[in-house]
């Protein structure tokens, strides 16, 4: 068997062999582990097989190697490529849950085929001030309580994680990060949902989704930043019905020649 042409921790999970991959991208301090039991249940509520992994810097991927720069969703949109390259899914659906959003909305302008459909959760298309704020709230008390529960993720990685993550998102070179101009190159369906009383994000996000690429909205109500995982049932109910649908159209390719807009 050939090794895949990538170093990150990756789960499969099976499903049918005709239907797209779902592709799962975690949040900005998230993981495999952290997702839970939640892709075993979308894959099965569909049918699809789904491919699960952990980013550079997180979970059980390799360590980061340098700091984390302001563009690190594009980054990583470009570092998605050759992981789906180096796994041979050339048919997938991409499932984001916040900065895994992003990136996921950001991978079609790359070039290339385009996936299937796009989910994504809790994304953040440009800067809001409450994103920050409570990046801020995080920050100021991360080593009484949150530190040590993402230990158990992430271990001697932590630090380092975080403190990338953070510094990025409260640097004043982020002020202008706005991904919006690259949504116009999606060319396949999307579901933006978000959560009603979402900390770090408002309404808008969705709204300048749905603007650009079409998207579908969906608002879990009473509910924060994590819909997967504080109203699984809803949520679980929403995505799997929206794929079932994407699911029954035939699949498109669409390619073109691989550019970055780094």
Same mark, same amino acid.
């Given at each position: 068997m050939v090794p895949p042409r990538h170093s990150l921790y990756v789960e499969r999970i099976a499903g049918a062999e005709d239907l797209p991959v779902l592709v799962f991208l975690h949040h900005g301090l998230g993981s495999v582990a952290q997702w839970r039991d939640f892709p075993r249940r979308l894959a099965e509520a569909t049918g699809c097989p789904a491919l699960v992994y952990d980013r550079t810097g997180h979970g059980q991927s390799p360590p980061l190697t340098a700091p984390r720069s302001v563009r690190y969703h594009y980054e990583e949109a470009g570092r998605l490529h050759e992981l789906l390259e180096g796994e041979a899914i050339a048919d997938f659906i991409l499932v984001g849950h916040s900065d895994g959003g992003t990136i996921a909305l950001i991978y079609p302008s790359l070039g290339g085929v385009q996936p299937r459909g796009i989910v994504c959760?809790? !994304?953040?298309?440009?800067?809001?001030? +409450?994103?920050?704020?409570?990046?801020?709230?995080?920050l100021a008390t991360w080593r009484d309580g949150l530190r040590h529960k993402l230990?158990?993720?992430?271990?001697?990685?932590? /630090?380092? @994680?975080?403190?990338?993550?953070?510094?990025?998102?409260?640097?004043?070179?982020? /002020?202008?990060?706005? +991904? +919006?101009?690259?949504?116009?190159?999606? !060319?396949?369906?999307? @579901?933006?949902?978000?959560?009603?009383?979402?900390p770090y994000g408002s309404s808008l996000q969705p709204e300048a989704i749905a603007k650009y690429t079409g998207a579908a909205i969906a608002e879990i109500p009473e509910c924060g930043h994590d819909p997967h995982q504080e109203r699984p049932e809803r949520t679980l109910s929403v995505m799997a019905e929206w794929i079932r649908a994407v699911t @029954? !159209?035939?699949?498109?390719?669409?390619? !073109?020649?691989?550019?970055?807009? +780094?």
């Open positions: 959760e809790a !994304a953040h298309v440009f800067v809001e001030n +409450c994103t920050r704020e409570g990046i801020r709230q995080v230990e158990r993720y992430h271990g001697s990685k932590t /630090d380092a @994680l975080f403190l990338n993550w953070s510094g990025v998102w409260l640097s004043p070179d982020f /002020d202008g990060f706005n +991904c +919006c101009d690259l949504l116009p190159r999606v !060319a396949c369906p999307v @579901l933006a949902l978000q959560g009603s009383e979402d @029954l !159209a035939p699949a498109v390719t669409i390619k !073109a020649p691989r550019t970055s807009p +780094c």
